[in-house]
Each structure stands twice: as C-alpha cells, then as structure tokens.
C-alpha cells in the first residue's frame, strides 16, 4: 500500500508540474513575448507587410517580388532584383554554394552581365556585381543603388514615366541613417515597384 501511494503521490506532483509547465511554457510565455512584439515591432512581427495603392496587402517587404516568365526573363516594366539560386521561390530559400573559382559560376556571372547590359542598353563594364550575382537566401529584395539607377531609363520608357520622376522614387527608397551606416545605402525593389504600378495607374 505505501508502495502504490508513493507512485500515487509521485504521478500527482508529476501531473501538477506538467500543467504549471504547459501554463506558463505553452499559454503565458508565448502570450508574453506576442505581445511584447505587436507593442514594439508590430509591422515585423506581422510579416512586413506592405500595401498597394488602394490599401490591400501585396507583398512582404522581405521577400523579392519577381513578374519573371519560366526561363527567368523578367518583365522590362519593372525594376529587377538580383538573381537567384531558386527563382524567387518563397516556398524555398537557398544560395548557389558555388565557390569564386567554380567555373559554372563564373560561366554564370558573365552570362549575367551579357544579359542585362543588353537589356539595360550598357557595355557589361557598367553593370554592378549584384545585378549577376545571387543573394545568400534568393530572396533578397534589396539592390545597390546604382543597379536600381542603371534600370531607370528601361522602367521608364516600359511605364511611360518621366525618367525624373522615377529617378525620384529610387532616391525616396535609398535605405538610410542606421541601415545604410551599418551596411551600405540600397534600394528595396518590391516597395519600388508598389510605387511605380502606382505612378503608372494615374
């Protein structure tokens, strides 16, 4: 009997510790650290989410937004983002794992820098190393500023926008303060692009 009480008691303090555990672990920890998130970072928190001209959601500003056809062509319409190993994929997210001296990715690069130079309408000298090398994730929205400038001209004419005022809505996008001090100065080419089909809708 003393045994069979001993497992009792042992079972109970087992029982009240696993609730207290899934209270305070599984309820208030994670209602905590939700709602020290939504206070303080609620734009992060909620995905970076970023809305359209008319207010409905259309893109996470963390993710490349890519109009690319199945060969990855990509539309002239619209500002392009660097490439990438997965094709834009959000369901994936991966590098090339190609080192500097692999000659497929140099055979890469220079096809890249054929590519745009001939959409850009520029001698391959003047294209920037991020527009023919991929990003960590694939992913990245982010382009330097002077790939971003580079596409002016051709977004401009696609849109049939002033080439000033798409200049403009590059400047108004140029990272600053912190970002660009603890990195370099860059340009998010989904919230570019929400500007320009907004521009291009008037």
Do not use: C
């Amino acid at each position: 009997m003393k045994t069979l009480t001993g497992y009792i008691r042992q079972a109970a303090t087992a029982l009240r510790f696993l609730v207290l555990a899934t209270v305070v672990l599984g309820v208030a920890y994670p209602l905590a650290v939700f709602g020290a998130s939504q206070l303080t970072a609620p734009f992060q928190a909620n995905g970076s989410v970023i809305h359209d001209a008319e207010g409905r959601p259309a893109a996470s500003a963390l993710l490349a937004q890519v109009a690319a056809t199945a060969d990855g062509v990509q539309d002239p319409r619209w500002f392009h983002a660097r490439p990438s190993a997965v094709g834009w994929d959000p369901a994936s997210s991966s590098a090339s794992n190609l080192g500097p001296n692999e000659q497929k990715l140099q055979d890469a690069v220079t096809a890249n820098r054929n590519a745009v130079a001939a959409g850009e309408d520029v001698a391959p000298s003047q294209v920037p190393a991020d527009a023919v090398t991929a990003s960590g994730s694939g992913l990245d929205p982010e382009i330097s500023v002077d790939y971003a400038m580079l596409q002016v001209p051709r977004v401009a004419r696609a849109q049939g926008l002033p080439e000033d005022a798409v200049r403009s809505m590059v400047e108004a996008r140029t990272s600053s303060g912190v970002v660009a001090f603890l990195g370099q100065p860059s340009v998010n080419v989904t919230t570019l692009n929400l500007d320009v089909a907004a521009a291009g809708s008037k």
